[in-house]
């Protein structure tokens, strides 16, 4: 999919993300990409690729990486129930709903 | 649907199986794992969610300490180590009854790992293995609209309830169990009887396989014969009751041998396990779903229990399992082969409740090995869900106990119990199962017999006490079994030997 | 009434020169007249706002009011979770979608007493810097009205500069707030990351998202920050512990004294790609600083210039999973696939994520779908997460050479609506100068600098302070202002010509 961008960092290496890649990618993300859509978004996402991909090398493997700018751990909650929503307030938004639950087309895979 | 399926023995002379489970257990914490949604089971659908656990845009998780504390008790009750330092992952596939399309769980740090447990398979010892327990939130509720019988194929449509999303799951995953051979549909089901029980000393889930509470999940491969390999694996679910887990191993061995036996070749894929015909059908096909796209979950921080709060907890752990077995069958008294089926029927701790409400050792293990067992597994149903319990069967031997009833007619008890009749001694008066020991009803009874059998009645005459069985069989034949049996001797030999 | 700040409206409040009805009732007039040009509102609600004003003059009256700003009306970015009003985030996707609850910025104003006057504008999803990209048709800037007001909160900006509202909430990601205050001549400040309560934000980049004012003075937005800030238990990434004294800060600037005060200018955020009327702004600017008392410094930052790329793949990547949730299963859109008998759940999701997310959003999550994706995650995502170790390195080294970091906000002033929609890396190097902040999660504050010589339009000065030291922000931020407003005769939305004309046509 990409070729490996270059070891110093710079990237001189061309990345390109074909149609049928982004077909790949719009198929895991769940959207229905049109021909004309994905003919549209394959060359302009090559294009940010080539460009964010320049960051490949700058950090090296001793560089921790921050998932938040501040460090904090062990934010828990008490084991006490709160009140929630009201099943009407729930169901406000639903598409459709039936027998006090959400209404939904059929399902055709199994659970994971 | 039907599939071919190789002999067990034959299986085994041309291959290896390769084993692993995935147990989740639900925690039955009071709130849910990242909001202060309550947790009850059977609750009016979607009344216990809020914007957090329905992933309503904007929400935003909160971890549950009681939830990590769970967590790190059963990681120490399997010996596992804990980790210094770990965070929740998003596990990113889209599924309708999961609210956000991901599930918030753990990826490569999870909380508890590098564990143990022994586990204990007709008097011999074998080590699973543990290779991570890790925190993670439960799904939503499907129900299947249309089509045949609430089935997700062929449904029209479907509705979701909620309540059970964000729901704390511990995920129990071992190494893959090897060298297992013959013994591994057992092992599978001693590992997860066990586990279940270990489950139920710490306290921390309902442990109702038949609810849901515990959820096995078992990976099987098998590779040729002593080729030490790894094969491909399936990955069935939905298995839900301890004897479907020796069943679904076997099955799986015997459908994999078969295949690769005719040169085939094992899909990857997930099967479901079906408890009503005793065989796994095809699931879902693992095409996209491996790529989760797992990431550090940015709205919550890591977890890095201090170890004083891991020690700490260290303190709160029940008894081991096995220093406890061998405790409880030297004050009970069992033989070796007796505390084995105990176990292995799975009713170590029923017992231990029925002797804690008032039975003997004896008494409690008759029960639940005879009458329940049998019941168990002729309703294909766990155990521990019959919906007799502990104290139940205690009562039932105390009236036992007090000459109320006999053994015979404790049965009818039991059948009551599961019929729902109410309390034993609630059965006992509404079925009219107390023993007779009341002279008059006794005595006319004892004549009746006598006189219809003149023959037995001259032998006792003679001397011949031993003969008064037959006249006992004949007065409680008449009394439906009710009759007090040593009264009814008294009276025969009051009215026919001359010292009476 | 309407050009009033905040602060001078809070004093009318109280020396019962005018009530919050009449306030309330002033704004959604404005509304009414320019916000058919400005387009910076996607909903209003006068009804709620003037009950909500009528409740706080009946507290004024009974001598129980809440706080500083109670009375005054707000307008809130549709990107925060209003029960009972709608929100959409800019996109069709939810369309119609009212939330069955507050967000906890939300409740703070409704708690303090602020009538809410509707939901402003914004790029879809927060994604972009015009504002363009919103499913309902872009916000004007009200200094020229072919001109963008900036983005992704240019509905919020834009509001505050037309005077539709005195106050306003926005979000910043990338500089969703500081740039629209830029380049529409408005202050805007992110504050430190869990500084302010993400609860019912509807998040964009989770690590990267924070809710903070937007406003016309310094002053006013650090009225608004000690209103919706401080400590939430419902986010699990807000800070416990109290704010620092942001309004007193904000006064004590105001006497336009930093003596003492070590300015670090850097390098990396300024020169080639910024537009010579915005740099001229920024060096005036410096030049009053130093008049102030304010001792310069040059500082470096090496790894900023990798701060675009690091930030356009740890946005995506998290936008991607957070934008999930919108399937068409529990709320919002549902769209039916054409020519499909009885569509399956799966077909109606992609369906409906086709329909109901624009381009800007389509491309970004399928750039965060394969940036996350197995085989790619350590080179992009990984790696990303890394780089931002190292930008916070250059961070800590500069602040400690300097209190406070300082650049333009922006490197050019607006832009022409439709000039960049294109051609998405032109778009993302509007927030050159802001990304650093976010990723870093330090506070940060855009304070108009003037107008660019070449376009008479609005620049902004950037100041960023180290993490929980946002007072910093409100000195500086409002010693410039004072400073400023001397030289100009007033403040500079007293120039913004461009209504009153549109009015006069």
């Not at chain 1, 021909?35 to 700058?58: C, F, M, N």
């Amino acid at each position: 999919m990409a070729d490996a961008p270059g070891p110093d960092g710079t990237s001189a290496a061309r990345v390109e993300i074909t149609r049928d890649e982004v077909a790949h990618l719009a198929d895991l993300a769940r959207i229905d990409l049109s021909d004309a859509e994905l003919d549209h978004l394959a060359p302009q996402l090559s294009v940010i690729l080539e460009s964010v991909a320049s960051i490949t090398g700058v950090a090296g493997e001793d560089v921790p990486p921050t998932s938040h700018a501040l460090p904090m751990s062990n934010v828990m909650r008490e084991d006490v129930v709160v009140p929630g929503l009201s099943a009407e307030q729930a169901l406000s938004g639903a598409p459709a709903s039936e027998q006090q639950r959400f209404s939904v087309p059929r399902i055709l895979g199994d659970e994971q | 649907m039907t599939e071919t399926l190789l002999s067990f023995e034959e299986s085994l002379e041309r291959f290896d199986p390769a084993m692993g489970l995935e147990v989740h257990v639900e925690l039955n914490t009071n709130s849910k794992m990242f909001c202060g949604c309550p947790t009850e089971f059977g609750a009016e659908p979607n009344t216990q969610v809020c914007p957090t656990c329905l992933g309503l845009p904007g929400a935003m998780p909160v971890v549950n300490r009681t939830g990590v504390e769970s967590a790190i008790r059963i990681g120490l009750a399997l010996n596992c180590r804990i980790a210094e330092w770990c965070r929740f992952a998003r596990k990113n596939y889209f599924y309708p009854d999961m609210p956000k399309n991901f599930q918030t769980s753990q990826y490569d740090e999870p909380i508890a790992f590098e564990g143990f447990m022994d586990v204990d398979v007709d008097g011999e010892t074998f080590r699973v293995e543990i290779e991570r327990a890790h925190m993670e939130e439960d799904t939503g509720k499907s129900l299947h609209v249309g089509g045949a019988t609430g089935r997700i194929h062929g449904a029209d449509h479907s509705l979701v309830d909620y309540n059970r999303a964000g729901i704390p799951l511990i995920e129990i995953v071992t190494k893959p169990i090897l060298g297992a051979r013959e013994k591994a549909p057992q092992i599978a089901k001693a590992y997860v009887a066990q586990l279940r029980e270990l489950i139920v000393a710490l306290g921390v889930s309902d442990a109702r396989m038949d609810q849901g509470s515990i959820r096995a999940d078992v990976n099987l491969s098998l590779s040729p014969k002593g080729d030490g390999g790894l094969g491909t694996r399936t990955e069935t679910k939905n298995v839900n009751s301890l004897r479907s887990v020796e069943r679904a191993v076997r099955y799986e061995m015997q459908r994999h041998a078969a295949i690769l036996a005719g040169g085939g070749s094992i899909l990857q894929e997930t099967r479901h396990w079906h408890e009503d015909t005793g065989i796994t059908t095809s699931g879902r096909e693992k095409s996209d779903a491996e790529d989760y796209r797992y990431f550090p979950e940015p709205d919550l921080v890591p977890v890095a229990p201090s170890r004083e709060w891991v020690e700490e907890l260290r303190g709160t752990l029940p008894e081991n399992p096995t220093v406890k077995r061998a405790r409880l069958q030297a004050e009970w008294g069992y033989s070796d082969l007796e505390m084995r089926d105990t176990v292995g029927a799975g009713a170590l701790a029923l017992v231990e409740q029925t002797i804690a409400a008032g039975a003997s050792p004896q008494a409690a293990r008759k029960w639940w090995l005879s009458e329940l067992a049998r019941r168990a597994n002729d309703t294909e149903t766990d155990i521990a869900a019959l919906g007799v319990g502990p104290a139940d069967v205690a009562a039932v031997q105390a009236l036992v106990d007090a000459g109320t009833i006999n053994d015979k007619l404790a049965r009818q008890v039991f059948e009551g119990l599961y019929a729902g009749e109410g309390s034993p001694e609630e059965i006992v008066a509404a079925r009219g199962l107390a023993i007779v020991s009341d002279d008059g009803a006794l005595g006319a009874a004892v004549d009746s017999a006598i006189a219809a059998n003149p023959d037995v009645a001259d032998k006792i005459r003679d001397g011949k006490v031993a003969a008064a069985g037959a006249l006992i069989g004949a007065v409680m034949k008449e009394m439906r079994g009710q009759a007090d049996a040593g009264r009814v001797r008294e009276l025969i030999l009051e009215k026919l030997t001359p010292a009476g | 009434m309407i050009r009033h700040s905040a602060a001078e409206l809070a004093a009318a409040l109280e020396a019962g020169e005018t009530t919050s009805v009449a306030l309330t009732r002033a704004c959604l007039d404005r509304i009414a007249e320019v916000d058919g040009s400005v387009h910076a509102f996607l909903h209003v609600d006068a009804e709620g706002a003037l009950a909500q004003a009528e409740a706080s003059d009946a507290r004024r009256a009974a001598g129980e009011t809440r706080g500083p700003l109670d009375g005054i009306p707000v307008a809130v970015k549709d990107v925060l979770a209003t029960e009972g009003l709608p929100t959409t985030c800019g996109s069709r996707i939810l369309e119609g979608w009212v939330p069955p609850y507050d967000a906890t910025v939300v409740t703070r104003l409704r708690e303090a007493g602020l009538p809410i006057l509707g939901k402003t504008n914004m790029d879809e999803f927060a994604m972009g810097s015009s504002t363009e990209h919103s499913a309902y048709g872009p916000t004007r800037n009200p200094w020229d009205l072919d001109r963008i007001p900036g983005g992704s909160g240019g509905g919020s900006a834009a509001a505050v500069a037309a005077f539709e509202a005195p106050l306003a909430v926005g979000t910043d990601t990338g500089g969703s707030i500081r740039q629209p205050g830029a380049v529409t001549g408005t202050v805007g400040v992110k504050p430190t990351y869990g500084g302010v309560s993400r609860y019912g934000l509807v998040a964009l980049a989770n690590s990267l998202d924070q809710a903070g004012p937007v406003t016309r003075t310094v002053l006013d937005s650090a009225l608004l920050h000690e209103v919706i800030g401080g400590h939430d238990p419902r986010d699990s990434t807000s800070i416990d512990q109290p704010l620092p004294a942001l309004v007193e800060a904000a006064r004590a600037g105001a006497s336009g004294d930093l003596t003492g005060l070590r300015v670090g200018v850097v390098t990396e955020l300024g020169g080639e790609g910024y537009q010579p009327g915005v740099l001229a702004r920024f060096t005036e600017a410096l030049d009053l600083l130093v008049e102030a008392g304010a001792e310069v410094v040059e500082v470096s930052c090496p790894t900023f210039v990798h701060a675009l790329a690091t930030y356009y793949l740890i946005l995506p990547a998290e936008a991607s999973s957070n934008l999930a949730k919108f399937d068409a299963m529990r709320y919002g859109l549902r769209t039916w696939p054409e020519g499909v008998e009885s569509p399956s759940a799966e077909e109606v999701m992609r369906a409906t994520r086709d329909a109901g997310f624009g381009d800007e959003v389509k491309r970004r999550i399928i750039l965060g779908t394969y940036a996350l994706s197995s085989g790619y995650y350590d080179a992009y995502y990984g790696q990303a997460q890394k780089v931002r170790t190292l930008i916070s390195r250059d961070f800590a080294a500069a602040f400690e050479k300097a209190d406070v970091l300082v650049s333009p906000t922006a490197p050019t002033t607006a832009f022409r609506l439709g000039e960049k929609l294109d051609d998405p890396i032109a778009m993302y190097l509007n927030d050159l100068a802001t990304i650093p902040a976010n990723l870093a999660g330090v506070p940060g504050i855009s304070v108009p600098s003037g107008l660019a010589d070449e376009d008479g339009l609005p620049a902004g000065f950037q100041v960023l302070a180290p993490a929980l030291a946002d007072d910093r922000l409100y000195r500086v931020g409002a010693a410039l202002e004072t400073l400023l407003a001397k030289k100009w005769g007033g403040p500079l939305l007293d120039r913004a010509h461009a209504l009153a004309e549109e009015a006069a046509r």
